[in-house]
Every structure is written in C-alpha cells, then in structure tokens.
C-alpha cells in the first residue's frame, strides 16, 4: 500500500529536507566537485532502488519534454548551488533562495500566462522584504560575490524547474529525479580533481544524498505537479530559516538578529498562506 501524501505536505517536508544541505556541507572537507559526483551517485543509487521497489510497468518511467527539461534544470540548479555553499555562507544562499516566490511568479506569468491572485503576490513580497533584511545583515565582497552570483542562479533554475515539473504529464518522477542525478555526477566526474574518499566521508555524503537530495527532490516534485507553480514556491521558503538554525545548532554559526528577523516575516508569510484558502490562479485569453 503506498502512501500519498498531500501535495502542501510534500512541499513542506522537501523543504524541510532540503535545508539541511549546509549542515552535510559542514562535515565535508572535501573538493566540492568530488562531493556533488559522490552525492549524485549515491543519490542515483538511491532512487533506482526506489523504482525497483515498485516493481511498476516501463510505461510509467517514460519522460515526456516538461519532464525531461525539468530533470536538465534540477541538475544545472544542484551544480550551482553546491559551490554556491562554499563560495559564501550558509545563510546568505538560503536568503538568496528566498527570492524564488516572486521569481516563479514572474517566470510563470511570462510562460504560463498566468494571472495570480493578489494575496500570493503579496506574500511572495513579504517573503522577499524578509530575504532582504537578512541580506542587509551580511554585505558580500569577492569570493562571497560569486557564491551570491551562484546562488541566484540556481534560484532561477529551481523556478523554472517548479514550472517544468508543474507541465509535466508523467506519471512517476523518479526518472526525472535519476537522470537529474546522473546529469550532476557526470558534470562532478568531469570537474573534480580527484574523487577519493573514505569510509567517514561515504556515510555523510550517502546521509546527504538519501536525505537531502533523493527523499527531498523526490517529494518536491510530487507536490509540484499538483500545486501551481507560486503557491509551490511559497511554501517551500520554510527551507530558508531552518538552513541557518541547522548550522547554527551544529556549528555554532550564530545567525545575525537581521536573519533572526528576516526569517521570522517569511515563517510567518507561509503560515498565512497555509491558513488562508487558496488563491485561484487563472489562464489569460490567448
């Protein structure tokens, strides 16, 4: 008997999944182009056992091209956003991350044609003044220039991908989730200077690939195809405040009171949105 869970529920536990990449992250002395091929492979490895667990007909593990371009763009946001990780800090990616309401509401009003409901644009931009004021509390300069480029970059690939995800007619995600995989770990392969690594190392790069990126893309992708492509954006900035409070209880990296406050209006903007009924988003005449 499978279990199905509901869409925002999906959302809500990928986010939470999702956050926990700077917390693997911190434990991995490691040649960041090793760690994205370790963690895809075993992330692939992960989800082909997925599939073989449920035993289902070849004809569900078809791609269709909203499902094919989807799985490109989860690999191009995860090649951007584990150096990302190391370029700047922890809270300043998850911040950046914070623009994804208001860029899926754009990307999707440009794509989808999509008229959106007044209150989900104005919590994604009360999402966005939260993002901003944590960003206020930690400038970047130089090398932390860059993971802020990165990190924005893979904030757009994550809102196209929600919007591919959303178009896609499939009926099992776990090939988008393997390819996305396999696309990752070739690109490492080809990037890293060496790909040694020993048995402490493997078991936290298998943690974070089972937890952080098999369970979490897996679940994201159900609720994306059954929610639209803001209100998915929306509830997944849960993963924004919870990626600094992981670092913060394991490492010590004590966010600023900026972030404190930041994080604060967007837990609180996604509570509204969870409590309040539903926008109805509206397909403009062609």
Aim: one cysteine or more.
């Amino acid at each position: 008997m499978r279990l199905e869970l509901p869409p925002r529920l999906s959302i809500l536990l990928a986010a939470g999944l999702f956050s926990t990449a700077g917390f693997f992250m911190g434990f991995l002395d490691m040649n960041v182009w090793a760690i994205l091929f370790w963690r895809s492979l075993f992330a692939l490895v992960f989800t082909s056992i997925f599939v073989a667990m449920q035993k289902t007909s070849l004809a569900l593990l078809r791609f269709d091209h909203a499902g094919l371009l989807a799985a490109i763009l989860s690999a191009a946001a995860t090649l951007a956003f584990i150096p990302s990780l190391r370029l700047t800090s922890v809270a300043n990616v998850a911040v950046i991350h914070g623009a994804l309401p208001l860029i899926t509401v754009i990307l999707s009003g440009l794509i989808l044609a999509e008229r959106v409901g007044r209150r989900t644009v104005g919590l994604s931009l009360l999402v966005a003044f939260g993002a901003m004021i944590i960003l206020a509390g930690s400038a970047s300069s130089g090398i932390r220039l860059a993971g802020d480029g990165l990190a924005l970059i893979m904030t757009i690939f994550m809102a196209l991908m929600t919007i591919a995800f959303k178009r896609s007619h499939v009926l099992s995600v776990l090939p988008m989730v393997g390819l996305s995989n396999a696309i990752a770990m070739l690109a490492g392969a080809a990037m890293a200077p060496g790909l040694a690594l020993d048995a402490e190392q493997a078991f936290v790069i298998a943690c974070f690939a089972l937890f952080q990126i098999s369970f979490g893309l897996i679940l994201y992708a159900k609720g994306a195809r059954m929610l639209p492509p803001p209100e998915t954006a929306l509830l997944s900035l849960c993963e924004v405040p919870l990626s600094t409070l992981w670092v913060w209880l394991a490492f010590d990296q004590r966010p600023a009171l900026q972030t404190i406050v930041g994080g604060g209006i967007i837990l609180m903007a996604v509570i509204v949105h969870l409590m309040a009924p539903k926008d109805r988003t509206v397909r403009t005449e062609e």
